[in-house]
Structures are given as C-alpha cells and as structure tokens.
C-alpha cells in the first residue's frame, strides 16, 4: 500500500445534457452529490435530535417539573434517540462511505448509482413522518428508543407513524448496505485484493453485512408490534400466548449488531486518520481485519445483556456474560494497534489527528465501563440506570460522533480543494473534548447512586450532578454551531488544498487532484502488487 | 502550548473519578445492607479497579506517545507495521484479566439466582403507578403510592428530604429472614429496584419472576422503578421498611386486624350527612394528590389516553357511570386504575362530586360515601 | 463473468438475505415458544403425558399457590389453599375459587408461571382449569380443581415452587355500565 501509481487528470468524456438546481440533487446518481445529500441531512438531524436533548436536559436542570410535562418528557427521550441514531449516525456514516469507498478502491462510482439515489430519497418522507409524530393524537411514542411492549403496544397513533418511519430508515439502510457491499467485493481497481483495502474499506464491508442480518429482524419486530396494537395478533401478549420478554429478545437481537454496525465504521476512519498524522502505516493491518470480522461475528453472540434483569436462569445469564467481556479483547487489539501506529511515528496535531486522539482517550472510557456492565451481579444494580446511559454516550458520541468531526476535517479537503480553518477546528475540538466530559462523567456517578432512566425528576440527592451535567449539554450543544460554521466557511473561502492535503495521506483518493474531479477513476488505477 | 494544556486536562478527566468516589457518598453504589449487595459492591471495586488502572496505564502510553514522537526536525518515522511478540501479549493478557474477573463475578450470579429456603414470600406487582405487596402467607395485601405532595413536584412547596422516595405503605419486612419476592406487573413491564440489596427485578405482565433478599440491619431503604412504564415512571417509588422480628409481628397482626380494608375510615364517614361544600373541598385535595399528573388541573386532560373531565361525557352523564369508573377502572383503558382500594369511601365521593361539579362541569348532583360502599360490596 | 453479471448475483443474494432475516424474524416466536417448552418455561399448557413415577416420600416440596387478574377483570379469584407441602410423584389436588361479580358471563383464560420459572418442566399438570378457557356466568361462584404431579427428577436445590395464575378476559364481553372513552 505504500506506493501507488499517481494517474493523470480522467480523458475526455463527450459531454451529457445534465439537470440543474432541484432536479439536480432529486435525480443525482452520482456518489459524491449523494454522499453529500447524506451528509447534510444528517447534520441536520444532529442538530434536531441535539435540540431534544438540550430540552430534557434543560428540564433535569434542576428537580420538580419545570417546562416539560412527563409525557412529553418521554417522547422526546424517545426521539432523541431515534432521531440520533437512525437519522444522524447511520446516514452520516453512509454519506462518507458514498463519497469514499469509490474513490478508495479505484472505483467510477458505486456498483447501483440509481439504487444510492433511491437509497438516500428514502430519508426525508421517513424523517418528516418522525417529526410528525408529534402532532398526532396524543404526541410522538413515549416507549424509549427500544419500543418495548406492552408499553409500545399501548400507544397512541403516533407510534403507527415511528413505525412506517424507521421501517422506511430500515430499507434505506438495507439497500445502501447493499450497494456498499457489491462496491467493495466487484468494484475494486485491478491488483487491490482484500488485504490491500483500507480499513474504512473493511470495517464498511463489515458493517454492511451486519446491516443485510440484521436490520430486516428490526423490521419483523416493529411488524408484529403494528399487528399487536391493530390487527389482534399476541406476540408479546402473555393473554393470547405471547410473551413481553420475546420483544426484548428480538429487538436486542437486532439492536447490539446495531451498536456495533454504529461503531465499526467510525474505527475504519480512526484506522485511516491515526496513520496519516503518524506518517506510518498502520500497525498491525491483518490482526485488525481479523479483529474487525471478530468484532461482527461476536455482535450476534451478546445480545441478552441487555436483558440482565429480566430474569433468566443462571445458564443464559453466564453464556451472556462471558460472550460480553470477550468483545473486550477484539477491540483493545484495536486500541492498541492505534498507539502501536503512534509508536516512533512522527506526529502532528492537526484537527482530525485531535479528534481521533479524543476518540481513543474517550472511547477507552466508554469500553471500560462496557466491561463494568457486563458483569451480569454488577449490571443488577446499573441496568436501566445513568450508568447505562454515560457509557453508550461515550461510546457513540466520543465515539462514534467524534469519528465523524474527525473524517469531515480530514476528508473536506479533498471534496473541496479547501483548507478548512485549522485554529477554529482547534477550538471545536476543545470545547467537545471538554463539556462532553462535564455532561456524561458525572452520569456515571448518577448511575452508581442509583438515578434510573427516563424520568423527568428526581431525588434531591441527584441535583448536583444533573446540573453540571445540563450546562455541560448546554455547552456542547452550541459547540456544535461553530462546526457548523467551520465547515461553511471552508466552502466558500478556505484556503486552496493541495492533491495530498495531508503530509502523510496515503491512498487511492489522495493521488486525485483536489477537488476530486466530478467524475474520478473513470479508467481504474492499476495497484502494484507489493 | 493551548493545544497541550487541553491534552492533559481531556487525559487527566477521567482520573477525578476515582477522587470524587471517595469525598461524596452520592457518587458511587448506595451502603450495601445484603450479603449480595455487599458482593456486588465488592465486585465492582474489583472490576473498576482494574479497568481504572487500564485507563491509566493507556492514558499514559498515549500521553507519553504525544510528546515523545512529535514531529520535529530530528524525529524520523520508523515503518514498521508489526511485532508478533506484542501482538500476541495484548491478546492473551486481556483474556487472563477477563478470567481473573470472571471467577468472582460467576460467583455472584450464581449466588443472586438462588431463591431456595426462604423465610417469607412476598408477591409485588408493579401498577402503572404504583406497587402492590401482598404477603402470600398472611393473606395480607394493599398497595403502595407515591405519597410526595403533588405541590412539591410542581414547585409550589419546598421538597422534603426524601422527595420522590416516600410511600404511603412501605413494603414491610424483618431484619435477617431471607424473603423471597415473586414479582409480576398488571399492564407494562415495570423493574423493582432496592440499590441497598442489590436487588433489581423486572416485573412482566403475566409472568411471575422470583428474587430474594436478606436484609442485615433494619432501616428504611429507598428505590425507584427502573423500567420505562408510562407517564409517571419516576414517580413510583420504592420503600422498605426492614424493622426487628418483633416489631414485625406486631404490625402483622395490626394489618391482620384492620383487615386491609380502606374503607374503615369511611365506615365512621358513611354516618354522617356531608353538604356539597364538604365534598368539594375534600374532593379538590383528592383530585389534586391523585388525579391531576393525568386529568391535569384543569381537567383538560390529555386525550386520547387521558380524556377530559371537563364536558366529559362519563364525568357529566349518569352517575353510577362515574362512580364505577372511578371505583373499579377502566377495562378499556389501563392507565385508568380501580381508585377503590386506595381511597376511602369519603375520598372517592369528594373526589367524584368534585369533578362532577368542576372545570365547567355543573352536573349539580352529590355523591356520598355510602353510595361508594354500596357499589364496593356488590363489586368487592 | 461479467463485472456486471457479478454484481446483480450479489445484489440478488443479499436481498434474498434480507429477506430471509425478515422472515426469521417471524421465527422467532414459535422458536422461543419451542425453547421455552424445552427448558420448561411453558405458556399456553395442554395435559401432560405423566409416566409412572415412584412417589418420593423422603422429600418435601413447598408448592405456593398465587393468582391475579387482569384487565379489570369484575372476578375474585383465589387459590383455596396458600401452600400445600407435597412429595415428588405424589398426585394432588388444589382448588381455586373464581366469583364473578358482575350481570353477565365473562370468559377468561388463565396463564400459568412459575417460581423458580426452570420449575415449570417438573410440575405435570393431568387437569388445569387453565387448558382452557373458562366462562363463568354472572354471579357465579365456581371452583376449579387443578390436578398434579411434581415430577421426583425435579433438582434438589428446589425446596420451593410457587405456581402462579393470571386471569385474562377472553373478549365478547359487554359491559351494562357505559364507559366512554372521551
């Protein structure tokens, strides 16, 4: 991987009458157009669900209730979470393997352009439904993100609407998984085997299966809750046979790959970022693939932890338990092959290697904890707890969303041609880095004294912490608008980019000119065998 | 130098941890009051022990890494990409920890799972918003409500010390006897959780699920519920009151003899003739202590689950229509519970005629507490 | 083959996946309902086939009987009897006693549960007013007999069994009180 042929700027192609403005961006079927449409949407809906999360952190300021009526408390911890996952981390992760995976492995463009439009058009009508949701007799569900029954079961129409919403998300996930899948394995430049794919390459290739398995199984639960609320079916029912805990099982099923199908990605692009700001390889390619796959299979093996407390015989509880803490070796390998990356490197400390670092720091933390909980006696106490809640924060917001600011300052460059401002990407970096930490540490305290989940008061003793924890969301929240403005202004009058942009950047898409052309690869690089 | 600054300060945070849990007794696990809570409470010093010193040991790697491999003119990258030996070291040395912690914690389940020779059961299930305890043996049951004044949750009154944590019939045990709980729910999943036991057990409708628990030194010990079930989830709470062998003997036969009937206090009441005043200002306490978190308080409600009283058509319309409703529930409607055996006779007719003649409602009539006890003794 | 050619093949496969995981979706409750048969976590319950088992009288099982209702059920129903001390391979047999108080008939359906929940695969029910569903007319006190067996390889950790009824509503109820849902 270290050297690869630099190629020319694409031969002339005959021009094609092409649509302009709205029709433009509704008929695209090009990745990078599409892999923006992605990026923008679920900016967006960052911003949403992160107003939902300063409204409930806003009304846990303090005790008693203040603004927010329960209900209306538990629908927007509901959305919050539905919103943020299905509509800001996923599409985000998709939109950057739209625009990267093809220039990655020598591609012209995705294996199914049409089918990526289809894919990413799919989002709005969903997103709309979810934000309508809230008008609906009776407001959004209020059940949690996991839609337990009977509780789901007992919810007004606005959980009909969630319903055909994430059933919408969940084929638009289905067929992006899909086209990313077919990319990797058919689309690959001549000479780039498997093991000379970058890791944002394998985690996705990884991730896209996870999805194929898994987000169907979703869809089947969310299915026969719909006939449980209208069609007279009992499948979580114990009245008709049925059994409330069979939901759990279904639904966790589904929901750890899911967890893990939100994390791989965001390790792939911390695997592409370590290396390039060390300017070494990465340490430890094979056992990071290998680690990778370890990751996914070990993904359908855990998903009873979540179910710790609903009162399973000591068999189940132990298998859960020991298949749990394993994940932990697959990804310390991970963290380790990153510093061993570091290792004797030469580093720089631009904004992505900054958010990376904080990844690393960060999500240590969250892993930890996971290790903490997986402790079945231990998570009696923590289960349904604050506990829970700081540790998958920390895993999917330093984490995950980390990854996120990190790849939009590495790869932003080279989508554009344009530097972005390095001293304010600097500042967006500290300020996360910090009221992050003020917001979800002190969770972990709330969590060990005893604070559950989901309610929108609470005892006296919990008043401290919670407001430390509201201004540090207040923080981090407006944190956001300066990403925001960094990225605009990059756009429109940041610095011209060189083709490498980065000193160290080593692959196929840093060998194109920036801006990468409109239409890169159309005549696939040859990659030496090396 | 900023850039460094905020470095340590992201790779020290963590460390404060540690601190924190010894100077506030807020910011780790509740005093352990079992011998599993105790285990609990051991395993996890055990398990976070080790997972702090990784986060240390990883912090400093990595800060050390920052500052000594930063590029200047001299540093030269090295290119190598692996070295077996490490490699297979930080595989096989997080197996070993995991099997150091997975000895103890086997331990512990096996120990939480093991309901056998229990002293006393007690069968709890959760209500949507409350819980009820029956003792099994004693033939004893009655239910547990949030008791904290709707005024303090509204922020109309200073909150008392034990806010969102007290109960109007604490769950009653002995010190020393193990008590097996067989926890069930009426309508959603609920989660009975005691943090000084290390007790926490979901309770699923149409299912019983054991547990148990040996209670070391008495006291009054607080939980809440810990699973999402409805508007009022974290306003369900959880208190034991764990009291020598004797005096628990003496309150069975107390709750023996007062035969877990609330409507004693209305018995006295039924006597008596009460005027439309009476009733309505009663009837406006009890609405406001029991009915407002739905109803709201200005009997608008909030529909299609929680329909208004004002104009309502079963609150306006013929009255042995509200009274069953209020006494026995509602079938159709769950969250709406059977008010029957937690208000007296006197309470629910105050609290009917008060709705009957509120929010613009002037149905005009009056209910009166033997009207109450006659649908009680053909619908016990 | 073509790049193309290849490309629809996985396309093909994976949608078939897909689909496939849907449908194992659907699976999954009868699957459970099958495990939970195994491990003895049963539901719905049909009489069990009983074979001869030696009565154990060296031991004693505390067998606990609790009932609920739901659905706002207008019945009182109750076990006759709190406990019963019995032998492995003994037959017994307990009553519960349903009241409905209200004008009409109302159907219901009881479900059975068990403490320790892996106890259910041991108790061998010949006769359970819960194989099927039961209507009681109004005003009617009834008593139904529930006919059993502990089976003697129940595992000796288990000195307690506690057997547990919930009462459902069977619909085609109508209520003479009108309820409005406004």
């Known amino acids: ?530 | 130098m900023t850039r460094k600054a905020l470095h340590i300060l992201a790779v020290t945070a963590p460390l404060f941890r540690c601190g924190l849990a010894r100077a506030r007794s807020v910011s780790n696990f509740q005093p352990p009051k079992t011998q599993i809570a105790h285990q609990i409470y051991d395993l996890h010093f055990f398990v976070q022990a080790i997972c702090a010193g990784i986060c240390v040991a990883m912090f400093a790697v990595l800060f050390y890494a920052i500052v000594r491999f930063r590029k200047s003119p001299r540093r030269i990258a090295l290119q190598f990409t692996g070295y077996k030996p490490v490699e297979i070291a930080w595989v096989i040395v997080p197996v070993l920890i995991l099997l150091v912690i997975a000895v103890p914690a086997t331990h512990a389940v096996f120990a939480m799972k093991d309901t056998s020779n229990s002293d006393i059961t007690v069968k709890i299930t959760g209500y949507q918003w409350q819980w009820r305890y029956d003792y099994l043996q004693e033939n004893i049951g009655f239910y547990s409500a949030l008791s904290t004044p709707r005024a303090q949750i509204e922020n109309r009154e200073a909150k008392d010390e034990n806010y969102l944590l007290e109960v109007d019939h604490p769950l009653v045990v002995p010190v020393g006897k193990k008590i097996r709980i067989l926890v069930t729910a009426n309508d959603v999943i609920h989660s009975w959780f005691v943090p000084a036991f290390g007790i926490k057990q979901d309770a699923i409708p149409g299912f019983i699920r054991d547990a148990w628990f040996r209670v070391d030194e008495p006291g009054v010990y607080r939980g809440q519920c810990a699973e999402l079930c409805g508007q009022e989830h974290g306003f369900m709470p959880i208190v034991v009151n764990a009291v020598s062998e004797r005096e628990y003997s003496a309150w069975l036969a107390d709750r023996h003899a007062a035969n877990q009937s609330p409507a004693r206090a209305g018995d006295a009441a039924g006597a008596k003739t009460y005027s439309l005043e009476d009733l309505m200002s009663g009837g406006a306490k009890v609405y406001t202590d029991s009915c407002v978190g739905c109803h709201q308080a200005n009997g608008q409600g909030l529909p299609p689950a929680f329909p208004a009283l004002a104009n309502g058509k079963t609150a306006t319309g013929p009255v042995a229509g509200t009274i069953h409703i209020v006494v026995n529930g509602s079938a159709k409607n769950p969250a709406m519970a059977a008010w029957k055996n937690q208000l007296s006779d006197l309470e629910l007719a105050s609290v009917i005629t008060y709705v009957r003649n509120s929010f613009g409602n002037s149905v005009g009539d009056l209910v009166e507490p033997n009207d109450i006890a006659a649908v009680r003794h053909e619908n016990p | 083959m073509t790049t193309e050619t290849r490309q629809r093949k996985l396309f093909l496969i994976l949608i078939a996946v897909a689909a496939a995981m849907f449908g194992f979706g659907y699976v999954l409750p009868p699957l459970y309902a099958k495990v939970c048969q195994l491990t003895g976590f049963n539901r719905l319950q049909s009489a069990d086939a009983v074979s001869g088992t030696q009565q154990d009288s060296n031991r004693t099982v505390l067998m606990q009987f609790d009932s609920n209702l739901r659905d706002g059920l207008p019945w009182n129903f109750r076990a006759m009897q709190a406990t019963a001390p019995v032998h492995p391979g003994q037959l017994v047999q307990v009553s519960y006693e349903v009241r409905n108080n209200s004008d009409h008939a109302i159907s219901g359906q009881a479900i059975a549960s068990y403490a320790p929940a892996g106890a259910a695969a041991y108790v061998r029910k010949l006769e359970c007013f819960c194989f099927s569903i039961q209507t009681i007319a109004a005003h009617e006190i009834r008593q139904m007999p529930v006919i059993f067996l502990i089976d003697s390889s129940l595992p000796s950790d288990v000195p307690t069994v506690t057997l547990s009824y919930t009462f459902f509503e069977v619909p085609g109820r109508q209520t003479t009180v009108k309820e409005s849902g406004t």
């Open chain 1, 1 to 530: 991987m270290n050297e690869i042929q630099e190629i020319a700027v694409q031969p002339a192609v005959e021009p094609i009458e092409e649509p302009h403005g709205i029709m433009r961006w509704l008929t695209s079927t090009d990745h990078k157009e599409i892999g923006t449409l992605y990026l923008i949407f679920s900016f967006a809906m960052f911003l949403v669900g992160g107003s939902m999360a300063l409204c409930i952190r806003a009304e846990l300021f303090r005790p008693g209730l203040q603004f927010l009526r329960p209900e209306l408390f538990n629908q927007l911890t509901t959305m919050h979470g539905l919103v943020m996952v299905f509509g800001a981390v996923m599409p985000a992760f998709v939109g950057f393997a739209n625009w990267q995976l093809p220039m990655m492995v020598g591609a012209s463009d995705m294996a199914f352009p049409r089918l990526n439009n289809f894919g990413f058009w799919l989002l709005p009508p969903a997103a709309i439904l979810l934000m309508a949701s809230f008008f609906a007799p009776g407001g959004a569900t209020a059940a949690g993100w996991t839609l337990y029954a009977p509780l789901s079961v007992q919810m007004g129409p606005g959980m009909d609407m969630a319903i055909f919403a994430v059933h919408l998300l969940g084929i638009s996930s289905i067929v992006g998984a899909i086209n990313i899948a077919t990319t990797i394995l058919h689309r690959r430049a001549p000479g780039m085997t498997l093991m000379k794919m970058p890791m944002f390459v394998w985690t996705w290739l990884v991730t896209a299966f996870l999805l194929v398995a898994v987000m169907p199984v979703f869809a089947s639960a969310v299915t026969m809750l719909l006939t449980d609320r209208h069609f007279g079916t009992h499948f979580f029912n114990a009245a008709g046979g049925g059994d409330p805990v069979l939901f759990q099982h279904i639904f966790w099923f589904f929901g750890h790959p899911e967890v893990y199908i939100l994390i791989l990605p965001a390790f792939g692009i911390i695997s592409e970022i370590v290396p390039t700001f060390s300017r070494k390889p990465l340490f430890g390619y094979r056992s990071m693939v290998f680690a990778t796959c370890a990751i996914g299979v070990l993904a359908f093996l855990v998903w009873g932890h979540h179910m710790f407390t609903v009162g399973f015989g000591v068999g189940p509880e132990l298998f859960f338990m020991y298949a749990t803490m394993l994940v932990a070796v697959p990804t310390g390998v991970k963290l380790f092959n990153w510093i061993g990356t570091m290792w004797e490197g030469s580093l720089t400390f631009e904004a992505p290697m900054l958010f990376a670092l904080g990844f690393i720091l960060v999500f240590l933390v969250g892993g930890v904890t996971g290790v903490v909980l997986a402790v079945a006696a231990v998570d009696v106490q923590l289960q349904d707890t604050y506990y829970v809640v700081a540790h998958f924060h920390y895993t999917m917001v330093a984490g995950s969303l980390f990854s996120l600011f990190a790849a939009t300052y590495y790869w932003l460059p080279k989508w554009t041609g344009r530097m972005y401002d390095e001293t304010l990407a600097r500042w967006h970096f500290a300020l996360s880095i910090v009221f992050f930490n003020m917001t979800f540490f002190v969770m972990f305290f709330l969590g060990l004294a005893g604070m559950p989940r989901r309610i929108p008061d609470y005892p006296l003793q919990f008043a401290d912490f919670n407001m430390i924890a509201s201004i540090g969301a207040a923080g981090f929240g407006f944190s956001q608008l300066l990403f925001l403005y960094v990225v605009v202004k990059c756009v429109r009058r940041g610095a011209p980019a060189s083709g490498r942009v980065w000193e160290g950047a080593v692959g196929l898409e840093w060998t194109l000119p920036s801006p990468a052309p409109r239409h890169s690869f159309e005549i696939p690089p040859v990659v030496p065998s090396v």
